[in-house]
């Protein structure tokens, strides 16, 4: 009997052979957990890293990867190692797949993950093709990363935190910044032994400040602040103008100055 039924059960088989499982192929417009998928068209993807000036040097976080093109293009067009987090499990195993098959799985990897939860501390380069509130609510990390991370937004904008550079393509935008640092506040500057006050009021990137001089108070001039990078002058008891470039470190500032007449040194600056 059982002989029976096993022949029966090969016969049957035979006779109707179980299909194949489909490959998993995302479809346009899927739901995700915060966003349906659209994926980002290749000029696009072209001009965001080249926006961020990517180089072999770079690691690339790619915040919400979708079948991983971005982090694809980073590693292969660019030489950069890129990383892909993707909170849809069918997703992230896909876009992998596509990682292997573009012959980048040295230099780039998809990881199933929440944006929200993942560290993506360490990327020199941020790249999101997400929606105005998940912009918003990714800023406070993004703008304590460290300073001269470059981010560069398919789309949408982080609204008052004005980016540095717009690009269109063909109605399509794409919005980048440099990740400032912060010097908001009193700062104490020795420049060769000249002694002053700075103090700076900052929103984002733009900065503006005072210089005071003993009994004066002064307005510093193009104040400038690019990632950790900052530059202003100011003119001082004397009628004279000194400019100063420097880079920023936590609570410490450090360049070189210049004054008019040629004198010129090494100057730093403490926090408050």
Do not use: C
């Not at 944006?115 to 501390?121: E, K, L, R």
């Not at 929606?131 to 008052?160: C, Q, W, Y």
């Not at 003993?214 to 900052?230: D, F, S």
């Amino acid at each position: 009997m059982i002989r029976f039924f096993l022949a029966v059960i090969a016969t049957l088989a035979l006779a109707f052979p179980v299909a194949a499982q489909k490959p998993y192929e995302p479809q346009v417009g899927q739901a995700g957990k915060d966003v349906i998928w659209v994926p980002t068209p290749d000029e696009v993807v072209d001009r965001m890293l080249r926006m961020a000036q990517v180089t072999k040097d770079d690691l690339v976080y790619d915040l919400g990867a979708g079948d991983g093109k971005i982090a694809i293009a980073a590693a292969k067009k660019f030489g950069a190692r890129s990383v892909g987090i993707e909170y849809e499990a069918e997703m992230a195993k896909h876009a992998q797949g596509n990682v292997e098959k573009a012959g980048v799985a040295a230099r780039a990897r998809i990881v199933r993950g929440d944006i929200f939860a993942t560290d993506f501390s360490q990327a020199t380069v941020v790249t999101m093709y997400l929606l105005p509130a998940l912009n918003m609510k990714l800023r406070p990390t993004i703008l304590a990363m460290r300073p001269g991370t470059r981010v560069v937004s398919h789309s949408f904008t982080m609204e008052d935190w004005e980016a540095d550079e717009t690009s269109s393509m063909d109605g399509r935008r794409a919005y980048f910044w440099v990740v400032p640092a912060n010097v908001n506040g009193g700062w104490s500057l020795d420049s060769g032994g000249d002694k002053a006050e700075l103090a700076f009021e900052q929103r984002f990137q733009k900065i503006e400040g005072t210089v005071g001089l003993g009994h004066t108070q002064g307005g510093l001039r193009e104040p400038r602040l690019r990632g950790a990078a900052i530059s202003f002058a100011y003119v001082d008891n004397n009628g004279v103008r000194r400019d100063f470039t420097g880079r920023v470190t936590g609570g410490r500032m450090e360049g070189t100055y210049r004054a008019e007449g040629g004198a010129e040194g090494r100057w730093t600056a403490t926090k408050k």
